[in-house]
């Protein structure tokens, strides 16, 4: 038996953050789905394939590894890509590469695969409506997307890599409309799930609102 939480939401909704501390907090494995697609993307402007070179992506996807260690750190094929995949290339790949359905059948087999047997908590676009529509706790994380655009710079910054607030902003509202107008698995609150705004929260709030969430839910 495993317990699954799983928090969805749009990019820059803090979904990594709040997830990595929930589950330290409650010693659930947190497992980044999003960076599983960061990977895949990673790997294709690695191999300088193009979004439509399809059998090539698949030669990618049969013999792709990916790793994530309990430190969360992350890896590709045996080498650590932890911060290589935050990287501007690879943000403006993920969107479309995720849209790709050999891509989502792929990751969806190693996401479960990943959460097999364990009490996890996994966050990303698609978790509480394609790849956990049974789990146990639903959030749906969000925030408004000029919040969202200020976070992202701020991390950004932190991690050495340059971007203006207005071009975040207008990548995030690209990222918006793509991830909730795909054909496969949009980006969309579960009819189960508790939303969450986190506009006006700091960390410390949204993290205390998501675990108070999880164990009303589970009682």
């Known amino acids: 038996m495993s317990f699954i939480v799983a928090i969805d939401g749009p990019a820059g909704a803090g979904k990594g953050t709040i997830t990595k501390l929930v589950g330290e907090r409650l010693g659930l494995v947190n497992i980044d789905t999003g960076a599983t697609f960061r990977c895949v993307a990673l790997n294709m402007i690695q191999e ?61 087999e190693i996401q479960r695969k990943i959460a097999e047997g364990k009490n996890v908590i996994m966050e990303g676009r698609d978790i509480g409506t394609v790849v956990f529509p049974n789990a146990d706790v639903k959030i749906y994380l969000d925030a408004t997307a000029e919040e969202r655009a200020r976070r992202r710079v701020l991390q950004n910054q932190e991690k050495g890599i340059e971007a203006s607030y207005e071009e975040v902003l207008e990548k995030i509202k690209e990222r918006d409309k793509r991830d909730s107008t795909r054909e496969i698995a949009p980006l969309k609150k579960a009819e189960d799930a508790i939303y969450v705004d986190s506009t006006n929260l700091n960390i410390d709030q949204v993290v205390e609102e998501v675990i108070n969430i999880i164990k009303d839910v589970s009682k």
Not at 58 to 86: A, C, S, W, Y
């Open 48 to 108: 300088n394939i193009k979004i439509e070179e399809e059998k090539k992506i698949q030669e990618v996807l049969d013999k792709i590894h990916i790793k994530m260690e309990p430190n969360g750190k992350i890896f590709l094929n045996e080498k650590e890509v932890t911060k290589r995949i935050r990287e501007n290339d690879v943000n403006d790949l993920v969107s479309p590469v995720s849209t790709l359905p050999i891509v989502r059948n792929k990751l969806l």
